[in-house]
Each structure stands twice: as structure tokens, then as C-alpha cells.
């Protein structure tokens, strides 16, 4: 399954084009937690920079971790793990989510949208997630949590 998921704070906010330290604008064991948690065993996909800010090395311990970059052959790539019995998480950033929304029907995705009380740093170049349901998405659950809510969305109703 081709899966997308993604932490946003308010307005869809997901990051500062020009990070520091880790690329995180917040701090939630608990969403990283959830991210571990859905990701593990299975196959990660970054874009070249959001790989530069997180631990890609630690996280190749308990993931298949893929950098993706404009050779990336990615109909091959999706072919290749087609019956590995992996899932496959869009992790990030703007421009491959973006990328992948307009290009392939993914099969579930999974959003958690922080709640107000999480402390969320000023990005200066700030990156958004789009509206998936821009894309023909459509809510088909939402899960509480003490730090966030998620969204999960399918591919029913997608044009």
C-alpha cells in the first residue's frame, strides 16, 4: 500500500524551508511516537532535504529508508515493493507530498493535526501541507489523542 503521513500544526503548517536542529518546529513524544509506530518495518520516502534534518541513519536500524531525488525512477520504485508486503509512507516535505498527491492515488493517509496546547516555533520560510481533499480525498476516520487528532483519509472518491 502507498500510504502518506504527515504531523501539521495550525493552518497546515509542516515546517520552515531554512530549519535548524532536527527541521521540527514542535516537540510531541506522542506524535513521534505514532509516526514510529505506523513507519516501522516499513518503507519510508523523503526528499532530499527533509532527509538532511532527520536521523535517516538511526531510523535504517527498524525502516527500509529511501532519499529521493529527480533521477528517481518512482513508478520503478513503487513497482519494485509492489508484493514485499511493506507499505510505503510518503514522509516529506512540501514538495514530494505535493508531488505525490498530483501524480499517484495513495491508499490511505494518515494526518495528525496538532492540538493548541503544543508549542509551535516560528518558521521563517514556513512550508504547508495542501488540502487533500483538493485532491478528491475524502475523511474516513478521526482519532483522538492527548496531543493531536488524526485524520485519516482514503482514496474513495478520488477522481
Known amino acids: 500500500m502507498l500510504k502518506l503521513i504527515v504531523c501539521v500544526a495550525e493552518n497546515n503548517l509542516i515546517g520552515d524551508k531554512n530549519p535548524t536542529g532536527n527541521g521540527l518546529l514542535w516537540n510531541s513524544k506522542e506524535e513521534l511516537n505514532y509516526y514510529r509506530k505506523n513507519t516501522l518495518g516499513q518503507v519510508t520516502l523523503f526528499g532530499k532535504s527533509t532527509a538532511a534534518c532527520v536521523p535517516i541513519e538511526l531510523m535504517r ?3 527500509e529508508v529511501i532519499v529521493l531525488n529527480r533521477n528517481t525512477d518512482i513508478p520503478k520504485l513503487l513497482k519494485d515493493y509492489e508484493n514485499t508486503g511493506k507499505d510505503i509512507f ?3 516535505g512540501e ?8 501524480n499517484y492515488p495513495i491508499d490511505e493517509l494518515l494526518i495528525s493535526h496538532l492540538k493548541p496546547h503544543i508549542k509551535v516555533e516560528k518558521a521563517n520560510e514556513p512550508l504547508y501541507f ?3 481533499e483538493d485532491y478528491g480525498y475524502s475523511l474516513k476516520e478521526k482519532i483522538e489523542y492527548e496531543d493531536f487528532f488524526v485524520y485519516k483519509y482514503s482514496t474513495f472518491g478520488k477522481n
Request: aromatic share 18%.
Open 95 to 102: 514538495t514530494i507530498y505535493r508531488y505525490f498527491l498530483e
Open 130 to 132: 495542501p488540502n487533500v
Open 90 to 92: 510518503i514522509c516529506g
Open 61 to 63: 536500524k527498524t525502516r
